[in-house]
Structure formats: structure tokens, C-alpha cells
């Protein structure tokens, strides 16, 4: 999937995300990483401008389908818990158990 890709955290943030769809649904606002292993655990993707009405989404690096001028995610906005219609402020966690 991303195995090889070299980016620095600032570039990542701030990308626009894809679903699966091509239909936009937030930005990269943050992300978990593991110091000792030296990997992305987690993804937080923001939808919204304003404090109030923004919406938060973490995923994890598993559901990464490409990343360039946007991060493509493996999801549709319905399976990641987004919904274009609301605009109440909602955290939604979608992780997955990493294989060993």
C-alpha cells in the first residue's frame, strides 16, 4: 500500500481526504505515531471550519489507499461515520487491529 513512502508530517497535514467515492470529507488535522516503532498508528481527519460545528474522524493507517495531491482512504464517507447533512460537532473512531 504506502510501504516505501518517505513524507514528512507537514506535508501530510493539511491534505484533503478522499473517500473511496472521490468525494471529499475533511483534511488531515492530525495523526497518532509510535516513537519507538517509528509508525503511523492513527489518521485525524477534520470536516468544518469552525470549532463549534467541526467534526472528527481518526482511521487508521490500514484504510490509507494512496496519498499525493489528496489522501485516498478505502472507505465511503458512510463507513468512515461522515455525513455531509449534520453539522453537530461528532467524534467518530474507526480503527482496526494491526496484524503482527
Known sequence: MLDGVLMKVSDFIGKKVLDKNA????????MDIDPL???INTIKISKGELSLKQKVFVISVDELDK???YVVITLASEEAGYDGDK???ENV????????
Open 23 to 30: 468525494l471529499e470529507i475533511g483534511k488531515v488535522s492530525d
Open 37 to 39: 516503532e517509528g509508525v
Open 67 to 69: 496519498v499525493g495531491d
Open 87 to 89: 453539522s453537530e460537532s
Open 93 to 100: 473512531s474507526i480503527t482496526t487491529e494491526k496484524s503482527e
